[in-house]
């Protein structure tokens, strides 16, 4: 009994080690024409434990159906998996490796394509290509960004909103970069940053949660990925992390002297959000999951040794009085 709420900690422990690895996609979409011909990278299959990598399909209404298997080491495809346009597909040497190539593009090819491979004991998997196929016309985004007020700068912080519209596709990626002083500019790590990321129609916004540590200016930049190009926004937006004043919260950063205020458009009202402080970040949602299935298990373990207490109970020693005649 009590071996089986230690095996279940064990898959647990081995399943969060698991979602820790993943295999990168770097295009979050791909938009073709009927006719045309596309290619799906998948990166980071090093850690692979085998050569072979999975590409899996997903459309909208459907689940995940597995298409084929190709051999990293060769690019020989192995496809005996039912899969209704297995015949569509093959491999490509491409300078990062074998990738995934529909030669002739079909309408009914518009979907998401998700690599895998096993690793540890699981499989890890990309975050996803999704193909478009349409004749409509690829929009680059228009990228902006605004301080955005929130409780969070009471808490001695600071927000910045970035919001990327009139695209198409609607899918982007975000990214921030920051500048101290005249220095290079650097990566915001995600221990540097809280995200938020909010979805309106024709648009999509992430909210930069900063943390005022240091007694020094940063100079921060949005950018955002889009069908393969980086499109950044024009203004950059500076902050000062120096401690606010106890008695009253400062004002919002300002804009650099160089913009002139009315050539920023306002935030879309819809696009205001709640105060992001309230949002989990995702090491906090793991922590939660962690902790609600530890409790769990000591449930099950509780429940466990009450019934066998009482199955121990109820087969006790029985007494049969004979009485003479």
């Not at 770097?26 to 998948?42: A, E, I, K, N």
């Not at 159906?65 to 491409?94: A, C, M, T, W």
């Not at 949002?279 to 466990?304: F, G, R």
Request: with cysteine.
């Amino acid at each position: 009994m009590l071996f089986l709420p230690a095996a279940a900690l064990c898959c647990l422990c081995s399943a969060l080690v698991a979602m820790a690895a993943e295999l990168s996609q770097d295009h979050l979409t791909l938009t073709r024409r009927v006719g045309q011909t596309v290619s799906f990278s998948c990166g980071g299959t090093g850690q692979c434990d085998s050569d072979n990598i999975r590409w899996y399909q997903k459309k909208d209404t459907e689940t995940f159906r597995l298409i084929l298997y190709i051999d990293k080491s060769n690019g020989r495809v192995e496809s005996g998996y039912n899969h209704p346009q297995k015949d569509d597909f093959s491999s490509v040497n491409k300078e990062n490796g074998w990738e995934l190539q529909i030669q002739t593009v079909k309408l009914s090819h518009s979907a998401t394509y998700y690599c895998a491979c096993w690793k540890s004991g699981y499989f890890i998997f990309g975050s996803g290509t999704k193909l478009y196929v349409t004749d409509e016309q690829i929009v680059k985004p228009v990228v902006s960004v605004y301080p955005a007020a929130s409780r969070a700068h009471l808490e001695g912080k600071s927000s910045l909103l970035c919001v990327a519209s009139d695209m198409f596709p609607p899918l982007v990626r975000f990214s921030w970069k920051r500048q101290k002083d005249n220095g290079p500019l650097e990566k915001v790590t995600s221990a540097d940053k809280k995200q938020l990321k909010l979805k309106e129609s024709g648009c999509t916004a992430t909210i930069l949660q900063i943390p005022q540590r240091e007694s020094s200016t940063y100079k921060y930049y949005c950018s955002v990925q889009h069908e393969g190009e980086t499109v950044e926004a024009q203004i950059k937006q500076e902050v000062s992390t120096l401690p606010p004043p106890t008695t009253s919260p400062s004002p919002p950063p300002s804009l650099p002297p160089s913009v002139q205020p009315s050539l920023i458009p306002s935030p879309p009202p819809s696009l205001i959000p709640a105060p992001p402080a309230s949002a989990p970040s995702q090491y906090q949602v793991k922590l939660l999951c962690l902790m609600y299935t530890v409790l769990i298990v000591k449930s099950l373990v509780y429940c466990c040794g009450l019934s066998l207490l009482m199955i121990l109970r109820n087969k006790g020693p029985s007494t049969n009085c004979t009485h003479a005649d």
